[in-house]
Nanobody, 127 residues
Framework: QVQLAESGGGLVQAGGSLRLSCAAS????????YAWFRQAPGKEREIVAA????????HYTDSVKGRFTISRDNAKNTVYLQMNSLKAEDTAVYYC????????????????????WGQGTQVTVSS
């Protein structure tokens, strides 16, 4: 049973930066794909970024390309989301998700592709 714990959320002004962390425990970290999703008030949860088991393939939703970077540190069992040039529309609860990845190169990019979820961390960007 994989457990995920997000941290790093908070309040930041537009144009600022935050780094979210997702610490994983209870599973073989190196064989899992990881993703960050977010859910804004009144909106459906959407994928933000994903990384495959090796770190060699990543996916970003169009609205964050060039501003956000997903990375993983297998030695620390931690996945990061570096968020730069934040905008008010990035305000949401951000969730870390994980799923075993036994084959393939690309990470899953939908909610149904992930079996394990963290509790979420709030990111608020003031304009």
């Amino acid at each position: 049973q994989v457990q995920l714990a997000e941290s790093g959320g908070g309040l930041v002004q537009a144009g600022g930066s935050l780094r979210l962390s997702c610490a994983a425990s209870g599973g073989a970290f190196g064989r899992y794909a990881y993703a960050w999703f977010r859910q804004a008030p009144g909106k459906e949860r959407e994928i933000v970024a994903a990384v495959n088991w090796s770190g060699g393939a990543v996916h970003y939703t169009d609205s964050v390309k060039g501003r956000f970077t997903i990375s993983r540190d297998n030695a620390k069992n931690t996945v990061y989301l570096q968020m730069n040039s934040l905008k008010a529309e990035d305000t949401a609860v951000y969730y870390c998700a994980a799923n075993p990845q036994y084959f393939g190169i690309s990470p899953p990019v939908t909610e149904t592709g992930y079996a394990y979820w963290g509790q979420g961390t709030q990111v608020t960007v003031s304009s």
